[in-house]
């Protein structure tokens, strides 16, 4: 990638990550900071889950799943970066040859698949190939998959940390990051509340701040998802956050950001509520049961 950003892009210090863009920074190592906030790590401070729960998720990674895995070579083969992947000719993981293969594979560092996923995630990638905005917003060439970015919140002084999944090159005119999601349904009004139940409008204004950071960017730089279906046709729909939207995502962001700090700075990392909690009936099985017995 000629760029005059990455060109200038760190090499991660053997102790801490300090701030700035690191093209080649392995992801293990991008996980494992745990001197900064990540986007997911601030959506998960925040109601429904809690401060607590992200302690906790933070102290006690969760084991790779399988998703996860068919997830990282979707990525593999639309992005072209990642581990290796190993078709396993096996209908299935339940015979004992195909598990110790899938051990193998996984030893060394790569992913084994089904032969029939990985003939499945070349498939999307061929889809995401033939639509007209996904095929241009992760051209060969044209940029950099997964560019890691650590700086530093001005008001908390909190380190903050994105990784692109695919970085542009800079060029005139606006400036357009492309994140690739799997997803059950590319139908937008599933999109919508996908956006919602998954924060979506926190990552896009998270990573925007991000690009903002390292001088990539500025307001008018775009985020946008590249949402593609898991099954045959394998439909794309690209989308981007509206304002309000964004706005929301912001305000979220600075809330966790500030929670964060508030909860380093104290040690203490509080669950749902720390009083009596007065509840309702959910709306819609009060005016049922009001109606009904009242």
Not at 215 to 221: I, N, P, Q, Y
């Amino acid at each position: 990638m000629t760029n005059t950003a990455l060109a200038g892009a760190h090499t991660a210090p053997a102790a801490g990550i300090a701030p700035g863009l690191y093209p080649n920074l392995p992801i293990e190592t991008y996980h494992g900071d745990r001197t900064s906030l990540s986007s997911s790590g601030a959506r998960s401070l925040l109601a429904p889950s809690c401060p607590a729960r992200f302690r906790y998720e933070q102290d006690h990674p969760r084991p790779r799943k399988a998703v996860w895995d068919f997830g990282t070579a979707a990525h593999r083969v639309v992005l072209g970066d990642g581990p290796d992947l190993v078709a396993v000719e096996a209908p299935d993981w339940r015979t004992k040859a195909a598990r110790e293969e899938r051990d193998e594979v996984e030893a060394a560092g790569g992913i084994a698949l089904l032969a029939a996923e990985f003939n499945q995630v070349h498939a999307m990638a061929d889809a995401i190939r033939r639509h007209p905005v996904a095929r241009a917003l992760f051209a060969p060439g044209s940029g950099r998959p997964e560019v890691s970015v650590f700086w530093e919140d001005r008001p908390t002084g909190v380190r903050r940390r994105a990784r692109f999944d695919w970085l542009p090159d800079p060029r005139a005119g606006r400036l357009i990051i492309p994140d690739y999601k799997t997803c059950r349904s590319a139908e937008p009004s599933a999109l919508a509340r996908s956006v919602h139940e998954y924060g979506y409008h926190q990552q896009a204004d998270w990573y925007r701040a991000a690009a903002r950071a390292e001088g990539l960017g500025d307001e008018s730089t775009a985020f946008v998802f590249v949402c593609q279906e898991k099954t045959a046709p394998y439909l794309v729909t690209v989308f981007e956050p509206d304002m309000t939207a964004l706005r929301i995502g912001a305000a979220k962001n600075r809330r966790a950001i500030e929670t964060y700090a508030a909860c380093t700075k104290s040690g203490y990392w509080p669950g749902y509520t720390d009083e009596i909690a007065y509840l309702s009936l959910p709306p819609w099985a009060e005016i049922r049961d009001a109606e009904e017995y009242l």
